[in-house]
C-alpha cells in the first residue's frame, strides 16, 4: 500500500469539453477540479487527468502504444467500474478479456473509448505484484 | 493525503527499449519492473508507465494536448528532482518557469523528453488545492 | 482511503443541551469533547458536531434542503448503526429504504432526527466511488 | 491523524445551481462529484456537501446556530484558504478573527457566505486538541 | 483507525523482574524494549507498559477499580491471543465471558494474571465504535 | 508511526465522576465516550481510560511503581500539553523535569494528579527510539 | 500495520549480475533500482537488496546462521508468491513445509536458493503477533 | 512514504546470544521479540533480525559483498543513531563518511560491526528517490 502527497497527471486532447465532461464526471464518476475555456481538469481515480480542448486527436485509435487507465488492487473494484460503465452505456473499445493466463501476469482487462478517442484500460491482475 | 492500493498506468511509444531504460531507470530514477521483448514497465513515482516499442513517436512533439508527469505535493521533491535533472544532464523540453503568478493556481513547472519525445512536465503549486 | 489531520464542523440548534447530550452521546455513541453553558462540542464519527442552545429549531423538519449524516464505505458499519439505533430506540424519521436500484448510485439509507428535528441521514452505497 | 474510508455528509439549500458551482467549484475550489437537475455534490474537503435546489434559504443568515466549515491541523492551511478566497474575492460574512486568546481554545477564524446564504467558517486552533 | 506516533504508558509493580520477562515477553510475546536494574520496559501491542520493581503489588486482586489491557478491532485478533494464552498456559483470572448481551455494548472478555498480580483484560465489542 | 485500530485501556479508581469528568474533559480536553452510575470512559489521548467509582484510592500517592500518561513523539506536543495544564490550573505532582541528560534516554517530563490521587506522567524524549 | 519512510539495506554477493537480474526481476519479480558496473539495487518486497559482484558466495549453502526473506502478514500473499516460483521454475533450496504445529510460533515456510547461492526463506505466521 | 504489514527478516550468526542481546538491545535499542536457547529475535528498526548461535561468523569482515542496516529518509534520524552509537560507545567499522558527492547518488553514511562481526550500515541520501 502507498501513501502519497503526490499525483500523477496526464494531459490528453478532446474535441468537446462538454462532451468530455459528459464521458469523465457524468459516465464514469470521476470528480471536476476545474473548468476553463480551453480545459477541464478532473480527479480521475485520485491522479489527474487533463482534457485539452483540441483537435489532434486519434482518428483511428489502437490500444498500442498509447493508453492509460487504472490497474485495480482488489477484483470487486474492477467489478463494480465495469458494472458503472455498462449500466451508463459507456463505450467499449474493447469488451472484458482475460489475458496470459496460467502465468503469473494472468489479469483481467477492459478497454474504453472517450469521446475524443482516447482509450482506457482497467485492469486487474490476480497477483498484485504484477500491477507494475 | 491519500492512501491507495491501486495504480494509474500510462503506455507511452518507445523507438529503443534500451533508450527508454537509459532515461528513465538510469537517468529520471525510476525502477524497471518488467522487461519484455517489446516493452518495459517502469514504476514511475509509484504509478506505472509502460513503454512500448513503436515507431508511432511524436516527430515534433508539442506539450499540448499530450504529455504526463507528477505533481509533487512539497516544493523541496520538485526541486531535488531538478537537481536530479542536470546532474544527470537529461534533456528539457522547457527550462524551469513560473506560471499564473498572482493567482490561487500559481506554480513552478520544468518539462523534460524522454528519447522517444514524450514530453514529462513536473509542477509544484503553492497552494496543495490546485493540484487537481 | 483519506487520510487527514483537518476536521469539517457542523453548527446545529438545540433546545436543550441535556437533551443533545442524551441522543448523541448517550444515544448515537458520538463522544463528548466540551461543554460550555451555551453548547457541546461533539467528536460526530471523526467529524466536528457542535449542538448551541438555540429555539430556531425547525418545527416540522423535512429531509430536504437540510440533513447531515455519515455514509459508510462498508455496509456492516451502517448496519452496526442502524443496529444500535434500534437497540437504543433513537427516533427514526424514515425507516431504512433502497434507493435507485439498479443504478450506480443505489444506496441504502435510513434518517433520524434528533430532539431538536436536526435530521440525521445515514448512507451505504454499494459502489464507493459513489460516496461523493 | 486519522484514516478514514466513510464521508461526512451535509445537505445545504441552494437557489441556484450554477451559482453553487461558481462558489463552491471556481472559487473555492472544491470539487463537483455529480450534477443533476435538482442538486450538485460536492467533495468539500474530503467530505461531502450537497446544494439542493431549493427556496428555503436564510434571508438573514447568523453565524449561530448554523453553519458549517473546516478546522485545519495546519496554519499554513488556514491561511492558503484565506488567501485563495481574497484571490477570488469570495463573500466575507466575518473577517478574519482570533478568539479566545489567551486560553487553550485560542484560534483564528473568518467566516464566508455562499450565494445562498449558508456560512462557511474555516478555523485553525493552536492547540489541535481543541478542534473537536 | 488511528494513526499515531505517540505512546501510552502505563507503569506497574513487578515483584521479579525475571518473572515479569517470562510472562509479558516469552508468554505473552510482547517484546522488550529496555532491561535496568529496577524495570524492564516492554512494547506492550504497540504501547508501553514498564515493570518496575517494588513490592507494593496487590495481594488479593480485583478486577475494579485497577486492570489494563487491549481492546481488539478483530474478533479473530482476540481468539488468537486467547489462543495463544491458552497455548503457554498463563494464568486466566477470568475465563472468557460475554456481556452486556443484546445490548449495543456486548462484548467477549478474558483475564489474565501477571506473577504480580496485575490483572489484563482483553476485549472485543461487535460493535468497535463502543471501544472507547 | 503505527496504524492501529486496537485500544489500549486502563482502568482506574475515582471517588467522585463529576470530579473525574471536570478534571479529564474539562481540564485535560479529553473526550467522554460514555456515562454510567459507576463509571465514565474516556477516549484519552486516542486510547480509553476508564474511571471506576471506588473509595480503593492511594492516599499517598508516588510516582512508583504505578502511573501512567504519554510520551508525545513531537517536542511541541508536549509543550502544548503542558501550557494547556497551566492554563487551566491542573494540579501537578512534579513540575516539569530534564531526566538522564547526556544519555540517550535524556527526557522531559511532568506529572499531574487526578482528583483521586492517580498519578499522569507525560514525557518527551530527545531521540523517539527510546519512547518504548 | 507499520507505516515507513526507512528502508532495510542488504548487501549480498553475486557471481553475475545478469544472472542477478534474471533470478530477482525476471523470476521474483523484485524492481530493479539502479545497476552499475559492480552491482544492482533491488526494491525488494519494499526494502532493499544490493547484489554486489563478488566470488565470495556459500559454495555449499546452509539455512542457518545466514539467510534473508519475507514474513507475510496475509496467507495469500505468501501462496501468491510460492505460486510464482513455481510457475517460473525458481530453484527451491526447502519445499514448502510446516513448522511448530500446535504452539504459537505455528508457520508456514519455503525457501530459494537464487544463482549464488544466498537463500531466501518465505513464511506465513497463523497469528501474525509472531513475526517478530 | 509505505504502509506495511509485512516484514522484511535477515538470519545472522552471533557466537553469544548475550553479546548479541547486549549489542542490539542495549546498545542499539532495538527491541527483543522472542529468545531460545539457540537464537534471540529482534524487531530491529521495524523488521526482523534474527541472530542464530554459530561459529560461522566473519573473522575478517569488510563491507562487501556482506552487510545490513538501514537507510533512514530523515536525516535528524541518521543523526540520532549516530549520537546513539557515540553516547553507547558501539564498535565502529567505518566513521560517518560523505560518498559521491555532487552526484544524485550523494549520501551519508557509517558501518558498526556487532560483536560477531556482522557488519551494519546505516545510510541518509540528500535525496530520499535513491534510497533503494
New interface residues.
Given amino acids: 500500500?502507498?501513501?502519497?502527497?503526490?499525483?500523477?497527471?496526464?494531459?490528453?486532447?478532446?474535441l468537446d469539453l462538454d462532451e468530455a465532461f459528459a464521458f469523465y464526471?457524468?459516465g464514469l464518476?470521476c470528480?471536476?477540479?476545474?473548468?476553463y475555456g480551453d480545459r477541464i481538469?478532473?480527479?480521475?481515480?485520485?491522479?489527474?487527468v487533463v482534457c485539452?480542448?483540441?483537435e489532434?486527436i486519434d482518428q483511428e485509435p489502437e490500444l498500442?502504444?498509447?493508453?492509460?487507465?487504472?490497474?485495480?488492487?482488489?477484483r470487486e473494484?474492477w467489478e463494480?467500474?465495469l458494472?458503472?460503465a455498462r449500466?451508463?452505456t459507456l463505450r467499449f473499445f474493447a469488451e472484458p478479456f482475460h489475458r496470459f493466463e496460467?502465468?503469473?501476469?494472468e489479469h483481467r482487462s477492459f478497454v474504453l473509448a472517450d469521446p475524443s478517442n482516447n482509450l482506457l484500460?482497467f485492469?486487474y491482475y490476480?497477483?498484485?505484484?504484477?500491477?507494475?
Same sequence: chains 1, 2, 3, 4, 5, 6, 7, 8.
Fill in positions: 500500500m502507498r501513501t502519497t502527497q503526490d499525483t500523477f497527471h496526464l494531459a490528453v486532447p478532446a464526471v457524468t464518476g470528480k471536476l477540479a476545474r473548468r481538469t478532473l480527479d480521475f481515480f485520485g491522479d489527474q485539452h480542448l483540441s489532434k498500442y502504444p498509447r493508453h492509460f487507465g487504472v490497474t485495480f488492487h482488489d473494484d463494480r467500474l458494472r458503472l449500466l451508463r496460467g502465468t503469473a501476469e484500460e485492469k490476480d497477483d498484485p505484484r504484477m500491477m507494475y
